[in-house]
């Protein structure tokens, strides 16, 4: 019996970089992505495209839900030119990806020297862009995290309204599944659309998402609410920082002020600016649970201009201060 042709080269090669406490979602979704289009029909060869897991040494590396993956290579081993994309899988917290770059820094300015393109899904545009790797790129990012972004990075330009975003030898995307999205237009630019949507039926996704598409879940009321409302809550959630006005907010949707009010009591049950207020309490205590940030630097985020505005409405919205939410945290914390 004569032994199976070898393989041939796959069109695209791609070393998978997974910071400790990454997310499994978008892991997950962009992998299974490749592992679809990489074959004919369900064998899973690695034929048309192919991976490899990296890892600093050679450790398996932890996720953020305790599931372990072990690497296939190391920074020392791995021949960066056997490859075409280092994607990083940011790591759970927009902090510990920071706090990387000691770590993780030499290696992808090693790879960016040798000419390969960085791919940033999730809080690695926070490794990224402390590395100093995203200078003059747009950049996508999850809508949590655009605010602390552009705070902390504010020469680099944020693609606020795209899920993910392709700048020349650098793309970065959002997260969750839209690390589906952002793998089908990678793939199909390298092995063609039927092979990059190749899978998607069994994945149960209908349809890739354009980079530009807006999420309904943002708009915070589901399907019932009318399109003018729809269109408030999106303005409201993206625009927490901006210091606009309700007002404002009915001037660009195109109806009165009053107008704005009486669909919010009908629809939410309080007014436009209760649930505003709402919605930037509800991102505070986000934060102050989840990052080290300083009050003021949160009061900004959610446009308040400083610290004791936001601790006198963070105290009538929830009964403790900031400050003591996050000092009883501390205690509990394992």
């Known amino acids: 019996m004569s032994a199976p042709s070898p393989l041939p080269r796959p069109d695209v090669r791609l070393l998978l970089l997974p910071l400790p406490d990454f997310a499994l979602l978008p892991f997950g979704g962009f992998l299974?992505?490749?592992?679809?289009?990489?074959?004919?029909?369900?064998?899973?060869r690695q034929r048309?495209?192919?991976?490899?897991?990296?890892?600093?040494?050679?450790?398996?590396?932890?996720?953020?839900?305790?599931?372990?993956v072990n690497m296939d290579t190391t920074a020392d081993a791995v021949d960066l030119a056997a490859f075409d994309y280092l994607v990083v899988f940011g790591s759970r917290t927009v902090q510990a990806s920071r706090g990387y770059v000691q770590a993780y820094g030499p290696l992808l300015r090693k790879a960016a020297s040798w000419g390969l393109p960085l791919v940033a899904i999730d809080n690695a545009s926070f490794l990224l862009a402390e590395a100093g790797l995203l200078k003059g790129h747009r950049v996508a990012l999850h809508w949590r995290h655009v605010a602390e972004f552009r705070e902390a990075f504010p020469r680099i330009a944020v693609a606020s309204e795209e899920i993910y975003c392709f700048d020349r030898d650098r793309i970065t995307c959002a997260g969750g599944t839209a690390a589906i999205d952002m793998a089908v237009e990678l793939l199909s630019r390298h092995c063609g659309r039927v092979r990059a949507f190749k899978g998607l039926a069994d994945m149960l996704?209908?349809?890739?998402?354009?980079?530009?598409?807006?999420?309904?879940?943002?708009?915070?009321?589901?399907?019932?609410?009318?399109?003018?409302?729809?269109?408030?809550?999106?303005?409201m959630r993206s625009a927490l920082a901006d210091g606009l006005t309700v007002a404002d907010l009915a001037e660009r949707i195109g109806i009165g002020r009053r107008q704005l009010d009486r669909l919010f009591a009908e629809q939410m049950g309080m007014?436009?600016?209760?649930?505003?207020?709402?919605?930037?309490?509800?991102?505070?205590h986000w934060r102050v649970t989840n990052s080290h940030h300083s009050l003021a630097a949160i009061a900004d985020e959610v446009g308040l201009g400083n610290a004791s505005s936001l601790a006198r409405l963070f105290r009538r919205h929830y009964g403790t201060s900031p400050g003591a939410l996050r000092a009883g945290r501390s205690r509990?914390?394992?």
């Open 205 to 235: 996704v209908d349809a890739p998402r354009h980079q530009a598409h807006h999420l309904q879940s943002m708009e915070g009321g589901g399907p019932d609410l009318t399109r003018h409302l729809s269109r408030a809550v999106a303005l």
């Open 271 to 284: 007014s436009a600016h209760d649930h505003w207020t709402k919605m930037r309490m509800e991102h505070a």
């Open 332 to 334: 509990t914390a394992p």
């Open 48 to 68: 048309y495209c192919a991976w490899s897991l990296l890892g600093i040494d050679d450790a398996p590396v932890l996720s953020s839900s305790g599931v372990q």
């Open 32 to 44: 299974d992505k490749l592992r679809f289009s990489a074959d004919d029909e369900d064998h899973s």
